[in-house]
């Protein structure tokens, strides 16, 4: 089945850090990429849209240059946490969906646990 | 605006079945899904329903009714690992067939 890597699977850092989070589709190509965030006993809240070659479609309220996203190949797209701060901490968990087939679900990455001191 | 809602918390026994409602308004609709979530984990796919009707998969099963903005998922012979958060989720109908998230049902199964 498919499968979505995420790296890393937990931060722990400095107040002030930039944070950088992979995700790669490890056995199918994805156009588009999601990133989410979590906080604690919550759903997932989408924070942006992560297409190929193109800049990010974000969410409202959310930071878009806090929270800078790349999406350079069909396999890999990254998100950053510029400067960090206590509040950034939470769990970001990235999608991707299988292209040009419908009804195809996301495919959800580990996640990773950011946590700001 | 877009809306999701789903009871916040659920019990059951081991054994028994529970059914998992789910209403939704959103302007678009492009299929419902269900998603599995132990604590601290990643979400799993467990079903989908783009047309009216019920979905089965073993012991789980899934109905739509597009025109009701209604779904529910249903979980027979409770383990006690089903123990987890159910997510309902809506795709929308735009380009980027991006999931909007309900709240979640946090289901606990006890002996």
Request: glycine share 8%; charged share 15%; hydrophobic share 35%.
């Amino acid at each position: 089945g498919a499968v979505v890597s995420q790296h890393p699977s937990r931060v722990i850092c400095k107040s002030g850090t930039s944070v950088k989070i992979e995700c790669r589709s490890l056995d199918f190509q994805a156009t588009t990429m999601f990133w989410y965030r979590q906080f604690p006993k919550q759903s997932l809240m989408l924070m942006a849209t992560s297409n190929e070659g193109s800049k990010a479609t974000y969410e409202q309220g959310v930071e878009k240059d806090k929270f800078l996203i790349n999406h350079a190949s069909l396999t890999l797209s990254t998100l950053t946490v510029t400067s960090a701060h206590p509040e950034d901490s939470s769990f970001y968990i990235c999608s991707a969906t299988l292209i040009d087939r419908a009804g195809q679900p996301q495919h959800f990455g580990d996640g990773t646990r950011l946590s700001i001191l | 605006g877009q809306n999701i809602d789903q009871p916040t918390e659920m019990t059951a026994t081991e054994g028994a079945i529970v059914q998992i409602n789910c209403t939704y308004q959103t302007s678009g609709f492009n299929g419902l899904f269900w998603y599995q979530q132990h604590a601290g984990e990643a979400p799993t796919f467990l079903s989908y329903n783009v047309l009216d009707g019920l979905e089965e998969k073993g012991r789980f099963s899934s109905f739509l009714s597009r025109s009701k903005g209604y779904s529910y998922l249903l979980l027979k012979e409770l383990q006690m690992k089903d123990s987890a958060s159910y997510l309902c989720a809506v795709r929308d109908g735009g380009a980027t067939n991006k999931l909007i998230f309900g709240t979640g049902t946090l289901l606990a199964v006890q002996p």
